[in-house]
């Protein structure tokens, strides 16, 4: 059996016979952006919004301080043209400019806004999200919020999937942030245990446990 950091069995997420890839992306010089809520609201967003452009599933994720984990599945012979090239750059791109407008102004830039005649398509947060329109400045970024290129790897077998799977979880326990893999909020690890049914980014997953 392959359990989750809990002790809980994992949930098999249907058939992983095609382009399977994980990949691990940073920040710029490891800047600890995304201790901000709003920026990983922001995060998972673009996430979403690409999920469904581009067909891919996500399988798995956790977004940390300063980089992102995240576990991709598509089907290659339907869409033999996606590289995860072409989807991080879709995300980093997007993100970027969403995340640096926030963090200069303290609001949404009205250029990205999905409710502006001129919204880019690259910007898609939840109807129900509430800015804070404060106009409060934060401390200065730096003028990139990635580094340039990411990791990544391919997923050849179930077992692998499973392992890495676990890794991404229990990475916030790993780095001191939490205690437990259910404690910490910017992960798939709620979503894929079935703890709760409220989420921006939407996780594949089945209802039949790994045995």
Known sequence: MIFGGNGVKLKKIGSLANRREGLTKKTFENYSYFRDDKCCLMLLGEL?????RLAFKVLGYVIMPDHLHCL???DAEEYPKLTISKIMQGIKSHSAKEILCYLRTGRRKPSLSPYSKGAS????LPNAYEWENTGRVHTKPETRIWQKGFYDFNIYNEEKFYKKLNYIHNNPVSAGLCENPEDYQWSSYHQIMGI???YTLVVARAANPVT
């Open 196 to 198: 709760n049914e409220v």
């Open 72 to 74: 991709i599945f598509w």
């Open 48 to 52: 979403e919004f690409y999920r469904k």
């Open 121 to 124: 398509k690259g910007s898609h």
